[in-house]
């Protein structure tokens, strides 16, 4: 499966190693999630952390895509 690792944020594309620093930081001020979107369908995504099992960081659509590439 293809995993997405650059998302849109506004009309910038950040990598997932800055949206989960942007999503920290937010979380520490308390300031809302910004609103990733994906580059390619615009879907909502939320950035995921590099798991414990060896699976890479990488966005995921809050819901599924047809027809998107980048949704798993
Ligand atoms: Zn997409």
Redo the contacts with the bound molecule.
């Keep these: 499966m293809p995993k997405a690792t650059t998302c849109k944020l506004g009309n910038r594309i950040v990598s997932i190693e800055d949206a989960l620093l942007l999503r920290a930081g937010a979380a520490r001020w308390r300031r809302p999630v910004p609103e990733f979107s994906?580059h390619?369908?615009n879907?909502r995504v939320r950035p995921h952390k590099k798991g414990t099992t060896g699976q890479a960081a990488h966005f995921e659509?809050r819901t599924r895509?047809p027809g998107?590439s980048?949704?798993a």
């Design positions: 994906c390619e369908c879907e659509h895509s998107c980048q949704s």
